[in-house]
Each structure stands twice: as structure tokens, then as C-alpha cells.
Nanobody, 127 residues
Framework: QVQLVESGGGLVQAGGSLRLSCTAS????????MGWFRQAPEKEREFVAG????????YYADTMKGRFTISRDNAKNTVYLQMNSLKPEDTAVYYC????????????????????WGQGTQVTVSS
């Protein structure tokens, strides 16, 4: 497993942007797919975006396509989530997660596909 620490959350007005970062400790970061999930109050955790170990493949939930961009810098052990055109319904705690499989280009869409999680960072979008 790796230890993950998210940062970059905060309060933003609708239409604004935020960039989340997630930095990992450990030597296996570059071997794993990474994902971002979010969880709003009284809702299940949902997939936001994922990226393959090399960064060559990305996948987004339909409601985030065109607004969010996931990227990674393996030299810095960091994955990013650039969020533009934010909406009040994007308000949630955002979590990054490391995939449980090594050297796989498959991006898990379910939480069960990840074995390491950060503590989460709050994103609040005001209307």
C-alpha cells in the first residue's frame, strides 16, 4: 500500500475552478492506476476520474467529461484533478485512491478496485 495525502480543496463559486493534488509516499506509485472519487452527504462514494500508471489512459464519469482533467507526475508521486466550471452539485469530499493491481492499464471504476485511500479534501461550490 501507499499513503496518500490530498490537498487543494476549498470553497469556490459556481463556474469557478479548483485543482486537487494527491501526493503518495512509497515506491509503487508509478506502477498503479490512480483514481479520484467523491462522496456527498448521505450519498454513496462515486467514481470521478481515473488514470493508468503511465498516464496514457484516462477515464471520466459522464458528468465530469469536459469539465475535469486528471493527470499525474510520476517523478513527483502526485496525481492531480483539475476541476473547471464547477457546479453546486460537485460539492463533496474528494478522495484519491491507488489501484490494487500493479502494471495494469485497466482503470477500476469501483472503490473495491483500490486498496489505498487518502483522507479526503472538502470541495464546496456555492451558487
Amino acid at each position: 500500500q501507499v499513503q496518500l495525502v490530498e490537498s487543494g480543496g476549498g470553497l469556490v463559486q459556481a463556474g469557478g475552478s479548483l485543482r486537487l493534488s494527491c501526493t503518495a509516499s512509497g515506491r509503487t506509485f508509478g506502477d498503479r492506476a490512480m483514481g479520484w472519487f467523491r462522496q456527498a452527504p448521505e450519498k454513496e462514494r462515486e467514481f470521478v476520474a481515473g488514470i493508468s500508471p503511465s498516464g496514457g489512459t484516462t477515464y471520466y464519469a459522464d458528468t465530469m467529461k469536459g469539465r475535469f482533467t486528471i493527470s499525474r507526475d510520476n517523478a513527483k508521486n502526485t496525481v492531480y484533478l483539475q476541476m473547471n466550471s464547477l457546479k453546486p452539485e460537485d460539492t463533496a469530499v474528494y478522495y484519491c485512491a491507488a489501484g490494487g493491481a500493479y502494471f495494469s492499464v485497466r482503470i477500476p471504476l469501483a472503490p473495491a478496485g483500490y486498496d489505498s485511500w487518502g483522507q479526503g479534501t472538502q470541495v464546496t461550490v456555492s451558487s
